[in-house]
């Protein structure tokens, strides 16, 4: 025993000295190329005092790294994450100049924008040494995982440890997308685990609100009730509820938590890993839900970034990634202006950074994160990557932009399943998705102006003329005109009391009427603005419309006159025919909610090629019915039981709840009182 341990220091030992010998090397070869930084005063100095200086300044940079720079990134927690990768290279930076201060006898110099560059590039140097020198040492590799995920290590009872599991969920990727990237070969993994049998590929269906904070409220709670879309009017509060804005989060988690009388499924030590919510984990990070209170020890979701970025070389490598997927995105964007790709929407401003932040910052940050828990011993791990649905939402489902984001999330899924094999306790890894994505193009761009703008023109209400002057424009205004049977700048008497809220989701629309308390019927929406209905129901964009009924207690409107009461809706007949399986069910169910908006509207979908028409400006889009967006996967374990009976299918996000938890129960993973899941 006391062997092995000084077998190991003498191995940790000769792996620090390595590093530290291509250090030196690297200083000096960039001394020799860059013309702002020298080891050596302008008279010349020997060989041997260059080499020196360098050693010394090579091996001060790595202490001043390893015990300075974590108290840095602790104040890093601070600053916004977009001008996180900036603040890495400038401190980085500093410790290099102050490494090369800390021997008197050198003339060593670097001017402040080289400086940056050489520790960037030592850094680099070193973290791909040091993980190369400890690949054949399965301790040292362990070790390492471990200290970029910042975990301190459980003592597991003696013998056998029940499996853990971790809960991966791959954002926005459909069932058919994922398919066909396995069968492209862009999934390796995914297509091993399908090969080799040890996992079993499930359909699921989701509710109509197809969006992850409808998906992973019921997944991580067992009840999305009360959602009706991505974003909508609460009348009670009269607030916007916006599902990923922190205090709707915290809200919709404390209503969720109060309707079932449960904490999550993540109660009973789990941990939660770049989410919308906590599912009741005790161990948080990047979750949303907790995100607006005051730090403390029960709130860490900030922790995640000290977690990775303690180590600079993490911090180094991710913020070159950041701005390479900031050069990345202009480029592709770029591409697609020249060759008049259709349909696009307009990726400027901020969304190259936000999508860097999507695809590189949260991504490191959460796959290190749980290589810590499973390194720990944590029992379950609930973890959402949301690379894939940042990007096909401005560059198409299908697209190579987005195909690209696949491959990296897959290579992020073997890390995972290669630190399992160093973990103290066996791992089950479940892949899922919250929602896939619909292709087409936006409505504004097929009609010539928008849901709102059409709302407004139905109400009699002045339309802007920049309406009449957007993408298809011609042929836009004659289809709005004469779905409308009026000019689009008409006016009419109607008042400011009458104006409505419109709020969209994807393909699904959301009209909401403030100055009226309650959710208001057909009959009341029809003595108030007589055409509005009949408006939005005849127009060629727009597939279906929910309104309260005085007479029927609620009414789907489609073209022609069609009305349909929600208790006779058909999938096979009326305006949900199109739609597909399910879609009456769907829609019956957000009928009940407490908030559904006054008019709920979805847009047109052609089941041919699946295309929908988004409401907001994304050419892949999710919220609404229709096409891929309702159609995720559940990527499971077969030593698992069967998600659900043979020939019937898994429907909702509650549903998924209940067998998630049944699988924690099956490895005697968190205990729940069964008195208290919901029909499990």
């Not at 250090?23 to 008279?43: C, E, H, K, N, W």
């Not at 009427?513 to 007589?530: G, L, N, Q």
Request: glycine share 10%.
């Amino acid at each position: 025993m006391r062997g092995g341990r000084w077998r190991r220091v003498v191995s940790q030992l000769g792996r620090s000295v390595a590093v530290w010998a291509v250090s030196t090397v690297t200083m000096l070869v960039l001394a020799g190329i860059l013309p702002d930084f020298r080891l050596q005063s302008p008279d010349g100095e020997s060989a041997t005092h260059i080499a020196v200086t360098a050693a010394v300044g090579a091996g001060a940079f790595g202490v001043l790294s390893a015990l300075v720079w974590p108290l840095l990134v602790r104040l890093l927690l601070l600053v916004p994450a977009l001008v996180l990768g900036l603040l890495v290279f400038v401190l980085n930076g500093s410790l290099l100049l102050v490494a090369l201060r800390l021997n008197p006898s050198s003339s060593a110099e670097a001017a402040p924008e080289t400086a940056v560059v050489v520790a960037a590039v030592m850094s680099a140097v070193a973290s791909a040494t040091g993980g190369a020198l400890a690949v054949r040492d399965d301790d040292a590799y362990r070790r390492r995982l471990y200290r970029l995920a910042d975990r301190r290590r459980r003592r597991l009872p003696a013998g056998p440890s029940s499996p853990g599991t971790v809960f991966l969920q791959l954002d926005g990727v459909g069932h058919d997308v994922l398919l066909a990237a396995v069968g492209k070969g862009l999934m390796p993994t995914v297509a091993q685990f399908l090969e080799n049998g040890t996992h079993r590929l499930t359909p699921w269906r989701t509710d109509w609100s197809s969006q992850t904070g409808a998906s992973q409220l019921g997944i991580l709670h067992g009840t999305n009730h009360d959602v009706p879309a991505f974003r909508w009017y609460d009348k009670d509060t009269r607030e916007v509820m916006v599902c990923n804005r922190p205090t709707s989060a915290a809200e919709l988690q404390r209503r969720a938590v109060e309707f079932t009388g449960d904490g999550g499924l993540l109660t009973a030590d789990g941990a939660s890993r770049g989410n919308l919510f906590s599912g009741g984990a005790d161990e948080q990070a990047l979750v949303l839900s907790i995100a607006t209170r005051r730090r403390g020890r029960e709130n860490r979701s900030r922790a995640g970034y000290f977690a990775y970025f303690s180590d600079p070389a993490n911090a180094v490598r991710t913020a070159m990634s950041f701005f390479a997927e900031v050069g990345r995105e202009m480029g592709q964007s770029t591409r697609a202006l020249i060759r008049k790709q259709r349909p696009r929407v307009s990726r400027g401003g901020l969304y190259p950074f936000v999508r860097a932040f999507a695809t590189v910052v949260e991504r490191d940050v959460v796959v290190a994160a749980v290589m810590g828990d499973m390194l720990a011993g944590r029992t379950a791990v609930y973890a959402d990557l949301v690379a894939y649905d940042e990007v096909a939402h401005h560059s198409g489902p299908t697209s190579r932009d987005a195909e690209k984001v696949l491959e990296r999330l897959d290579r992020s899924l073997a890390l995972i399943v290669n630190v399992a094999e160093h973990a103290p306790r066996p791992y089950r890894i479940v892949v899922l998705s919250d929602h896939g994505q619909s292709p087409g193009e936006t409505f504004r761009a097929r009609y010539g102006l928008g849901l709102g703008e059409l709302v407004r023109a139905g109400c009699g209400l002045p339309v802007p003329r920049k309406a009449q002057r957007t993408h298809s424009g011609a042929e836009a205004r004659a289809a709005v005109r004469a779905a409308l049977r009026r000019p689009v700048e008409e006016k009419g008497p109607a008042g400011r009391r009458s104006e409505p809220m419109v709020l969209a989701s994807g393909n699904l629309g959301l009209v909401s009427f403030p100055d009226v308390p309650h959710r208001m019927s057909k009959e009341e929406i029809d003595a108030r603005h007589p055409a509005l209905l009949t408006t939005l129901a005849n127009h060629p964009g727009i597939g279906f419309l929910l309104v309260r009924s005085e007479e029927h207690g609620g009414v789907v409107l489609g073209a022609y006159g069609a009305e349909i009461p929600v208790g006779e809706l058909d999938d096979k007949r009326g305006p949900l025919e199109p739609f597909g399986p399910g879609a009456a069910d769907a829609v019956r169910r957000t009928h009940s909610f407490p908030h559904t908006a006054d008019i709920m509207v979805n847009s047109f979908h052609d089941p041919a090629d699946g295309e929908v028409l988004a409401f907001e400006e994304q050419i892949g889009s999710h919220g609404g019915l229709g096409g891929a967006q309702g159609r995720p996967f559940l990527l499971s374990p077969v030593v698992f039981s069967e998600p659900v009976e043979e020939g019937r299918e898994l429907v909702g996000a509650e549903q998924v709840h209940r067998v998630l938890r049944r699988w924690l129960r099956e490895t005697d993973g968190p205990q729940v009182p069964i008195a208290r899941d919901r029909a499990a």
